[in-house]
């Protein structure tokens, strides 16, 4: 599983069909930067694959979630339609926390 949940369970040969939807979704309802406030690393081979496969409709900026790892590298390139951009901090009782 690349991404999961309790209502999303997204295997790695479907995924970019599965983001290639969502962002030409988010297009043409006239978002032009979308982004994801909980990523899972794990996901960023598949993410940066689909970026650089498919001429993606929009940008995307990911957060991580906190403690999901000490260091957050930098990414090795440059692409202006993917980028992390941070880490997601919650103290608010979230179910990411417990």
């Excluded at 995924?15 to 030409?24: G, I, K, V």
């Excluded at 940066?48 to 498919?54: A, N, P, S």
């Excluded at 001429?55 to 995307?60: K, L, Y």
Aim: glycine share 8%; proline share 10%; net charge negative.
């Amino acid at each position: 599983m690349i991404l999961g949940g309790p209502q999303l369970d997204v295997q790695e040969d479907t995924f970019a069909h599965h983001l290639d939807f969502t962002l030409h979704r988010f297009a043409r309802a006239g978002v032009t930067t979308v982004a994801d406030l909980a990523f899972e690393p794990d996901a960023y081979p598949a993410v940066t694959d689909y970026f650089q496969e498919h001429p993606a409709p929009v940008r995307m900026r990911t957060y991580e979630k906190a403690g999901v790892r000490t260091v957050i590298p930098h990414p090795d390139h440059d692409d202006p339609m993917i980028r992390p951009v941070g880490v997601k901090v919650w103290s608010d009782g979230s179910p990411w926390i417990g």
